[in-house]
């Protein structure tokens, strides 16, 4: 079974701070990519990654970078983390090709004071 | 922009139920459609994946069917039991894209 593992289920930093969410996948899978799911509003894409140090934005990067330096991590970065971002991140990852099944891991739920 | 629109937003069915769950999209050009289910303040689940080229996909008792001519997916549950309560997201990936384009979901809950 495809497991895509998050760094923290729950992360609460300051307005400013820089933030770092981790993704790992173990099934080596060639996309990656990072979503915020805030109720009212649905999962909205942020990044995604179709092969190592490459990255694309989707629908909402403003205020996210992202890397990848291993094909098997992807990190989400909040330069200067803000109340606005208080979310549910959600990592996916897939196999190549634009058609592929997503697998999803297990969410953090970060919270911008 | 494109859309995906799921209808109840909630839904409320005793245990042992046969249920239907829609999902409608405005994109006459997607190549897949995949079904979620997912836990409160957890991640998604996949459920189900349809191609394009396929008319329906099962899983035990989940049932997903496409109509791409109407912009229509459904999926079935046969024999709903508590443990199915959750809530279930439809998205489609377009012609050409890795994005997934996501419904809000139905927020299932099965009465026991």
């Given at each position: 079974?495809?497991?895509?593992?998050?760094?923290s289920?729950?992360?609460?930093k300051?307005?400013g701070?820089?933030?770092f969410?981790?993704?790992?996948?173990?099934?080596?899978?060639?996309?990656?990519f990072?979503?915020?799911?805030?109720?009212?509003l649905?999962l909205?894409l942020?990044?995604f990654?179709?092969?190592?140090?490459?990255?694309?934005?989707?629908?909402?990067?403003?205020?996210?970078?992202v890397?990848r330096?291993?094909?098997?991590?992807?990190?989400?970065?909040?330069e200067s983390?803000?109340?606005?971002q208080?979310?549910?991140y959600?990592?996916?990852?897939?196999?190549?090709?634009?058609?592929?099944?997503?697998?999803?891991?297990?969410?953090?739920?970060?919270?911008?004071? | 922009?494109?859309?995906?629109?799921?209808?109840?937003?909630?839904?409320s069915?005793?245990?042992?139920?046969?249920?239907?769950?829609?999902?409608?999209?405005?994109?006459s050009a997607?190549?897949?459609?995949?079904w979620f289910?997912?836990?409160?303040?957890?991640?998604?689940t996949s459920?189900l994946?349809?191609?394009?080229?396929?008319?329906?996909?099962?899983?035990?008792r989940?049932?997903a069917?496409?109509?791409?001519s109407?912009g229509?997916?459904?999926?079935?549950?046969?024999?709903?039991?508590?443990g199915?309560?959750?809530?279930?997201?439809?998205?489609?990936a377009?012609?050409?894209?890795?994005?997934?384009?996501f419904?809000?979901g139905?927020?299932?809950?099965?009465?026991?």
């Amino acid at each position: 079974d495809v497991k895509v593992t998050q760094s923290s289920r729950y992360l609460v930093k300051r307005t400013g701070e820089k933030v770092f969410l981790e993704c790992v996948q173990d099934m080596d899978h060639e996309n990656m990519f990072w979503y915020r799911q805030d109720p009212g509003l649905g999962l909205r894409l942020i990044y995604f990654s179709y092969d190592v140090k490459m990255k694309e934005k989707g629908d909402i990067p403003e205020g996210y970078s992202v890397s990848r330096e291993k094909k098997e991590r992807f990190s989400l970065i909040l330069e200067s983390a803000s109340t606005n971002q208080t979310s549910m991140y959600l990592c996916a990852s897939s196999r190549s090709g634009s058609y592929n099944e997503q697998f999803f891991g297990p969410g953090t739920r970060l919270t911008v004071l | 922009k494109q859309e995906v629109t799921q209808i109840p937003a909630a839904l409320s069915v005793p245990e042992g139920e046969n249920l239907v769950l829609n999902c409608s999209f405005t994109d006459s050009a997607i190549y897949n459609l995949q079904w979620f289910r997912q836990d409160p303040g957890k991640g998604l689940t996949s459920l189900l994946l349809i191609q394009s080229s396929q008319r329906e996909q099962t899983s035990g008792r989940l049932n997903a069917s496409l109509d791409k001519s109407s912009g229509r997916s459904t999926l079935y549950i046969a024999a709903s039991q508590p443990g199915d309560s959750a809530t279930y997201l439809c998205a489609y990936a377009g012609a050409g894209s890795y994005q997934l384009t996501f419904g809000k979901g139905t927020k299932l809950s099965v009465i026991p």
